[in-house]
DNA sequence: ACGAATCGTAAGCAATGACTTACGGTAAGT
DNA sequence: ACTTACCGTAAGTCATTGCTTACGATTCGT
């Protein structure tokens, strides 16, 4: 739920593969382990962890569970990296000053 | 250089507090390592990872070496979280208008 | 009602990664 | 010149995690 786990479920390589499967359109479990190297109680598991960080939501239809981005998710994370852009084009910045202050060519 | 690496080298809590604590500016390794439960060459090891993935920059000042949060390094994941975040919000708003189409109350 | 399909969970295993201690190398102070 | 301070690297250990196989539960088709 918050930033910490969606960064975290995020830096696997095939969990991402997972989301960019997902930027179509939802999905059923088996459409997105189609193809996948590894096997489906695993594409599972990705799915597992990338639900409890928020980033996706399921929606059961009959047989099938249909997964899908779930925008808030990516939206916390984003946030995340907008202050710490802020902060650090400030910090960067006020070193530059510093530098020229105490350096004038 | 790539998001991936940044993505993942942001995974790790003690180097999310690393960068924090290079939020007002750049800082040398024994004062970012001051305080922290871990020892000193732990820390000096996250911050191989995080220069690896471009997200610090080194300038050695005399005895000591100075780290910094590089902008552009958190600008590439930025800009790969804006994009996921355009593709959610379109499959989502498809998604809500298939429902309004297939169940109109 | 019965068999097939879709999916989640449990247990076990192998690989990745984060930490510690020990060491070497360079710059600063006296 | 010698000692001290600052820092990176190497080797080894332990926990985390991603994978597979096996199984159980629910739903669809006939």
Redesign the interface.
Known sequence: MSY?DT??A??D?TR?VI?DR?????LAVGAIADGMPISRPAVSQHLRVLSDAGLLTVTPSGNRRLY????DG??E??RY??T??D???A??A??AEEKAKGNPT
Do not use: Q
Request: overall charge neutral; charged content about 25%; proline content about 9%.
């Open positions: 910490e960064i975290s995020l830096a390589p991402r989301i997902l930027r179509s359109g939802p899908a981005i779930a925008p990516v939206d994370l984003r990296l907008d710490l852009w902060d650090a084009l910090a960067f006020r070193a």
